[in-house]
């Protein structure tokens, strides 16, 4: 039986340099200035949205989400999409709740673990960012 795909991701690569005898470079990009992060503190809950800028960060937030936004960084590099995280603060640790694609300043898609739909709060805190920084 074969181990999930969330297992092997970081062995590709190391196989992949191991067979060539070549370790592949780290593909990153510029972020995109035009669309900014965003951090929110409310009583006791502590948020942020930021955008993932090489495919590292790709990979692992695909894993922890398990969906497929780690296959996405040619998409980063060659157009006008961007790849953002809704994360939350718990216990001194980061936890990424929504992956949120970006086209030309408009939300293409926007899922939560297992490409499930994001919660009300979700959606608000999103929502806010867009009015912020004049998304569509």
């Not at 809950?45 to 695909?62: A, C, M, P, S, W």
């Not at 969906?67 to 994360?87: D, E, F, N, P, Q």
């Not at 899922?111 to 009300?120: E, L």
């Amino acid at each position: 039986r074969r181990p999930p795909r969330s297992t092997l991701f970081p062995y590709t690569t190391l196989f992949r340099s191991l067979m060539t005898g070549k370790r592949s470079k780290l593909v990153r990009w510029a972020a995109h200035s035009s669309v900014g992060p965003m951090e929110i503190k409310q009583a006791d809950r502590h948020y942020k949205i930021v955008e993932l800028t090489d495919e590292n960060q790709l990979n692992r937030e695909g894993a922890v989400m398990n969906h497929c936004v780690g296959g996405y960084s040619a998409k980063c590099t060659t157009s006008t999409s961007s790849i953002w995280s809704l994360r939350e603060y718990i216990n001194g640790t980061w936890f990424s709740l929504v992956t949120i694609e970006l086209e030309d300043r408009q939300v293409i898609q926007a899922r939560g673990p297992f490409n499930a739909t994001p919660t009300p709060e979700q959606r608000k805190l999103i929502r806010t960012w867009k009015r912020r920084e004049n998304i569509d």
